[in-house]
């Protein structure tokens, strides 16, 4: 069965389009993708993302036993500190790409995937120590992202709050309205915003309080993976698989080849001996977008395949993100893309395609 967030209905009442989304019944769009990720560029957007998963794991040997699962380096967090990385089996293969909180010296949160949340948990469960202890938050935590250069405003005139100066990829924990929060200055969409870890039965209270300010709109999935694409962040299933190590979407970013990890053994060997393929940015010369699964043509011999396509709203350009034999992964290279049985032109660009963004800024 289809699973609902708790503001299910309320997307129902604003007119939302919904569709099925990792078995969750999501908000697509709401006015239309395009005006929801301008809105979302220019002032602050309201998403959804209570389908994620959340865990608490804590205990003495937490910090080694997260080491041990984990790309990023895990013990040398600081407080309310957290870093991005992957989640990797025996064969190096991406089982998930999640992000780590440090809440305090022994006591940690991760973010995972809708769709991983059940293989997530057994696996991490599976490779913990007997005095590790693991706590599956998913269903008791909402969790929504406020994003766009005017977030900090909206959040602090809507609730009458102070918002602490929260450096990038830095969290604090705080009461809303009597209701204990995890406020994160972190996103999926390369603006400045937050992402809010709330008890499920507050969201309804929250999304509405939010959404009464006059420069805050929803926004749906639609939106949120062009936002994410213009600034070449990847998506699990897509850039990220079970069957291909980070090694050829990263480079070697966020993985700590400085300790022992799960899959560290063939993440190692294919940085050293260079990645056959590489995920790169591809801009194509035309408004008609590529799709996933699409082939990317040199010379008319095949060399990789789309894993995320769109035009770009703020760009008014079709871009994707692709895997590319690394001879033909140069920015410059010109490449073509065989769509529904045209052939259309296209050229490597570096990452992101949207530099604009206020993520960093402040």
Not at 231 to 250: K, N, Q
Not at 330 to 343: A, N
Request: glycine share 10%.
């Amino acid at each position: 069965m289809e699973k609902k967030t708790p503001l299910h209905d309320t997307h129902r009442e604003l007119g939302a389009r919904m569709a099925s989304f990792a078995g969750w019944a999501m908000p697509i769009q709401y006015e239309g993708i395009l005006a929801e990720h301008l809105h979302c560029r220019e002032k602050a957007s309201l998403f959804d993302i209570c389908h994620m998963g959340e865990f608490f794991i804590s205990g003495a040997t937490a910090g080694q036993d997260l080491e041990r699962l984990l790309t990023q380096p895990i013990q040398t967090l600081q407080h309310h500190q957290c870093r991005y990385g992957f989640l990797l089996n025996e064969e190096g293969g991406v089982l998930d790409d999640l992000t780590c909180y440090r809440l305090g010296g022994d006591q940690f949160y991760l973010v995972v995937n809708a769709a991983n949340i059940q293989t997530d948990a057994d696996w991490i469960r599976e490779h913990l120590s007997r005095d590790t202890h693991f706590d599956d938050r998913s269903a008791s935590t909402a969790k929504l992202d406020l994003q766009g250069p005017w977030s900090r405003k909206c959040l602090e005139e809507t609730l009458a709050i102070s918002v602490p100066n929260l450096k990038f990829f830095r969290a604090c924990e705080l009461e809303i309205e009597g209701n204990p929060s995890l406020l994160s200055r972190t996103g999926y969409t390369g603006e400045w915003g937050y992402e809010l870890y709330v008890p499920t039965d507050y969201t309804a209270s929250l999304w509405e309080r939010l959404l009464g300010h006059e420069d805050v709109k929803p926004a749906g999935l639609g939106a949120r993976d062009t936002l994410r694409l213009e600034v070449g962040y990847p998506l699990h299933g897509h850039e990220l698989t079970a069957d291909r190590t980070p090694a050829g979407a990263t480079g070697g970013a966020f993985i700590n080849l400085d300790k022992d990890f799960i899959g560290k053994g063939p993440v190692q060997r294919e940085l050293a001996e260079g990645p056959r393929q590489k995920l790169v940015g591809l801009q194509l010369a035309t408004k008609r977008a590529a799709r996933a699964g699409d082939t990317v043509f040199a010379d008319q011999s095949p060399v990789g395949t789309v894993t995320s396509g769109s035009l770009s709203p703020s760009l008014g350009i079709a871009i994707a993100l692709a895997y590319v034999d690394t001879p033909y992964s140069q920015p410059g290279q010109k490449l073509t893309i065989e769509v529904r049985g045209t052939q259309l032109e296209a050229k490597v660009v570096g990452l992101p395609f949207y530099k604009q963004g206020s993520a960093r800024k402040g």
